[in-house]
């Protein structure tokens, strides 16, 4: 099949871009290569990509609704998975107006265009962020989602509206999955095990927040690749009412359209993944303990049975194995 995915030279596009290539699909790629982390690591991964073949890279910005139409045109894509996005929930609080554009008008771009040719299958990239201030755990895709604490969460939030409007409204096929802590090999500069590692490494102290005292549904970035390309095959199909099939199961009630958490379904506590780090690594941290900060969470927690029934997967990659690889690969790549 031939697929169009943005963020390919992101941290979760990369990898599922690499899997969709081994099983020999054809993969156009698209990506702004904005600033927000080191575009050099950006520009490592489409490299490794680009050894194939069945890949191709295109690099424009989701807000630029011409070249975006010329390459949606030019691919014809069989199947949409839609990853790029501006990431970071403390970096919302900084510069709000990059995640309505990349975030809300990229996606909305995308959208329109999949209403004007039509691709079997819509895939979109959310977060458990959109669980907000929920306490129930674990999070279950039925779960009410109307208090995000960042904007972040918000923009993800308005992007699963945006296309259940659009399932509905056009008959588009829309898969939205929500990621749980993503980690793994060729990670973002911004995330935990990125810092923590190049900190420990460097003798430099960690800061660790809320005192050590939160969960994270640690989610192995290979777990996450193949989760997607497995529901790529699970295609909604118009829901019938007062009839629950596994082609149903999931549904929205108004449209072919459905919502699955990906995550490992173990949360970890924050002490106890920075100790599998400095077992990595061989050397013990320096912590620096603050308090929580704002639009943070205590815990995280996938229920992840509706991924299960659906493709007969669960993520299930122990932390102290995936961290074990992202410490491998840090220090292969940086040389330390």
């Known amino acids: 099949m031939r ?5 390919t030279a992101g941290f979760i596009g990369f990898h599922v871009a690499n899997q969709l290539i081994r099983a020999g699909h054809q993969v156009v790629g698209i990506d702004g290569m904005t600033p927000y982390y080191d575009v050099a690591l950006k520009r490592r991964r489409h490299g490794v990509l680009l050894q194939s073949p069945g890949f191709s890279a295109h690099e424009l910005m989701l807000e630029d609704m011409p070249a975006l139409t010329g390459v949606y045109r030019d691919c014809g894509p069989d199947v949409v998975i839609h990853l790029a996005a501006q990431a970071g929930v403390r970096y919302s609080l900084e510069n709000p107006r990059a995640y309505i554009d990349a975030n809300v008008v990229g996606t909305f771009n995308l959208l329109e265009l999949a209403r004007e040719h039509q691709p079997k299958h819509f895939l979109l990239a959310s977060t458990s962020s959109v669980y907000g201030a929920n306490t129930k755990m674990p999070f279950e ?3 009410r989602t109307d208090h995000p604490l960042t904007l972040y969460a918000a923009t993800k939030k308005a992007t699963e509206g945006m296309a259940h ?9 829309t898969t939205v999955f929500r990621f749980f802590s993503v980690y793994g090999p ?9 810092k923590f590692t190049k900190a420990i490494l460097e003798d430099a102290p960690i800061d660790v927040y809320n ?8 989610t192995y970035v290979d777990d996450i690749a193949k989760a997607i390309v497995l529901l790529v095959d699970a295609v909604p199909a118009a829901p019938v009412a007062h009839e629950m099939t596994d082609e149903t199961l999931g549904l929205s009630p108004a449209a072919p359209y459905r919502v699955v958490n990906i995550g490992n379904g173990q949360p970890v506590g924050l002490l106890t993944f920075i100790e599998a780090i400095e077992g990595s690594i061989g050397k013990k941290s320096v912590r620096n303990y603050l308090p929580m900060q ?5 815990a995280t927690f996938a229920d992840t049975g509706l991924l299960a029934r659906l493709t007969g997967f669960r993520p299930d990659t122990p932390v102290a194995k995936g961290v074990a690889e992202f410490v491998a690969w840090y220090r292969g790549y940086y040389g330390v």
């Open 3 to 7: 697929f169009l995915v943005t963020g």
């Open 141 to 143: 895709e039925s779960d």
């Open 165 to 173: 409007c659009y399932a509905h409204l056009w008959n588009i096929p």
């Open 186 to 194: 060729w990670g973002r500069p911004d995330m935990a095990l990125f």
């Open 211 to 218: 005192y050590g005292e939160m969960d994270r549904d640690f």
């Open 294 to 298: 704002p639009g943070d969470v205590p």
